[in-house]
């Protein structure tokens, strides 16, 4: 399908090509555009409206917005549960603005979401930063050991809250009972960013990892749109216990979250649940059970290719979802270039791929057509792999952390105060006064405060040449960064 701009050509023009078009999607929404499900959704003009008599207001929800949260939280075992249409990262906003004030400690495993460090920023928190395990041979971020969070809290007596990633992107989870542990030992709410496991709640056969709902987490933030049938921004946050005050929550919202709320994606979070409570749970365990014999198959005949299928009770993989297909190049071809294979020659679509891997994002949507499409694509290409296809170094681009940068200031004061462009050449020693982000995944390799080390120079000069996504280095020459003015 040519994505070539045209006479003609407008975005809509160019969704509905794609619709029509072979080209299958193993990437966010979960919905995958699946047809069957598509078809009873009723046209979005038709039901997209403001606040009128009759539907509610997601602000202050007194009517079927209130009982669809209501309703959603009984299914998942939450006390509260929010609907969100800025997506997990207003979720995210909230739960952090609500568990501490500015000039207060949080602590925060360094893998994180931007949308959490942006807080770090604009609310002045001090943070206190632990390193998840290496997992892959140190290509990605593992599960978090919740002895470190033990022993920063020690440490670190004052701190108000902690924030885990769990699920990672590459769908690492971590053991959030102990995490939970650990933090509650202080009196202190464990907040998880669930972001990419929003299909964990749902009963599946124990072939999904448990959600941390069920662990002790007092806030879990999940995006619906990852992972399950829910339209692009859809999300959830969920309160459990007494440790964070909903009407702290409430508040947080209105800051983070639109004053106009879509009617459209509201319903989508609503008929998700519904959908989830009522089919949905036969069909993401016949799913999982889909994915089992996926991996056990490829595990039989791949050669080169790894793709690892379950992991449990590893330190650094505490547990592993199985929706996240992650292709390892096996050191004969780059993640960039297997992508490239699956988009040519295959006419598949991945959710993202870097130095080391490729992933492909499955969920209960996915046709059996696309699951054997992507299944033959690996082994065939597994085949035909030839040492001319490229090289894989070592470490990905999530091995942003050989160790913990140097927090010189705190992120605000770096953030807000006086910078300059500095070429990303004379960087190394300098301060970040902004956020160097590698997309996706969009976790900061640099937030504002941090010194730059020669070590990240190289990572980021490597993520640029292997042309991925890096916010927050300037499009010139010299791929200026933005420092703090010495
Ligand atoms: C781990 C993680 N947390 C949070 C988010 C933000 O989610 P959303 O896009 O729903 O705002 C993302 C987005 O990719 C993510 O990967």
Not at 16 to 26: E, I, K, M
Not at 220 to 229: A, D, G, N, Y
Not at 462 to 467: I, K, M, S
């Amino acid at each position: 399908m040519s994505r070539n701009h045209g006479e003609g050509d407008s975005l809509e023009s160019r969704l509905n090509a794609l619709a029509d078009s072979d080209w299958y999607p193993f990437h966010m929404p979960g919905h995958k555009r699946n047809p069957e499900f598509a078809r009873e959704y009723t046209p979005v003009y038709r039901m997209d409206i403001t606040e009128i008599a009759g539907f509610d207001n997601l602000h202050s929800p007194a009517g079927i917005l209130r009982d669809a949260m209501e309703n959603a939280a009984q299914w998942v075992g939450a006390d509260r549960t929010w609907f969100l249409v800025n997506g997990s990262t207003c979720g995210i906003q909230a739960a952090l603005g609500a568990v501490a004030k500015p000039g207060e400690k949080v602590l925060l495993a360094r893998n994180f979401h931007r949308s959490a460090g942006q807080m770090l920023a604009l609310r002045d928190f001090r943070p206190v930063f632990v390193l998840p395990e290496e997992a892959a041979g140190g290509s990605i971020c593992g599960s978090v050991d919740p002895e470190k969070i033990r022993h920063a809290l020690r440490e670190n007596p004052d701190v108000k809250a902690v924030f885990l990633t769990s699920p990672t992107y590459e769908g690492i989870v971590s053991d959030v009972r102990a995490a939970a542990e650990a933090v509650h030992e202080r009196g202190i709410p464990l907040i998880i960013d669930e972001a990419h496991g929003a299909h964990f709640p749902w009963k599946n056969g124990g072939v999904f990892p448990v959600s941390a709902l069920d662990l002790g987490a007092d806030l879990v933030i999940q995006s619906l749109h990852k992972t399950l049938p829910a339209l692009t921004q859809t999300a959830v946050l969920h309160l459990r216990g007494s440790r964070v005050s909903p009407e702290e929550i409430f508040r947080q919202l209105r800051i983070f979250e639109t004053s106009s709320p879509s009617y459209v994606l509201m319903a989508s979070i609503d008929r998700c649940f519904r959908y989830m409570a009522d089919s949905g749970m036969e069909r993401l365990r016949m799913f999982g059970e889909r994915m089992e014999r996926f991996y056990a198959e490829l595990g039989k005949q791949l050669r080169t290719l790894r793709v690892p299928g379950r992991i449990r009770g590893k330190k650094e993989c505490f547990d592993r979802d199985l929706s996240k297909v992650v292709i390892f190049g096996g050191g004969k071809i780059t993640g960039t270039a297997l992508a490239d294979i699956l988009r040519r020659t295959w006419h598949l679509e991945p959710e993202m791929a870097c130095r080391d891997y490729v992933i492909c994002m499955t969920s209960l949507m996915d046709t059996e057509d696309g699951l054997e499409r992507l299944f033959r694509a690996i082994l065939e290409i597994d085949r035909e792999l030839t040492e001319e296809d490229g090289k894989s170094g070592s470490g990905g681009v999530l091995r942003a952390f050989p160790a913990l940068p140097r927090a010189a200031v705190p992120p605000e004061e770096a953030f807000d105060g006086q910078w300059e462009n500095v070429p990303l050449g004379d960087a190394a020693g300098r301060i970040a006064a902004d956020f160097v982000t590698v997309y996706p995944p969009g976790v900061p390799m640099l937030i504002p405060g941090e010194e730059i080390s020669p070590e990240m120079v190289a990572i980021i000069r490597e993520d640029l040449a292997l042309g991925l996504e890096v916010d927050g280095i300037g499009e010139d020459a010299a791929r200026a960064v933005r420092c703090r003015r010495k």
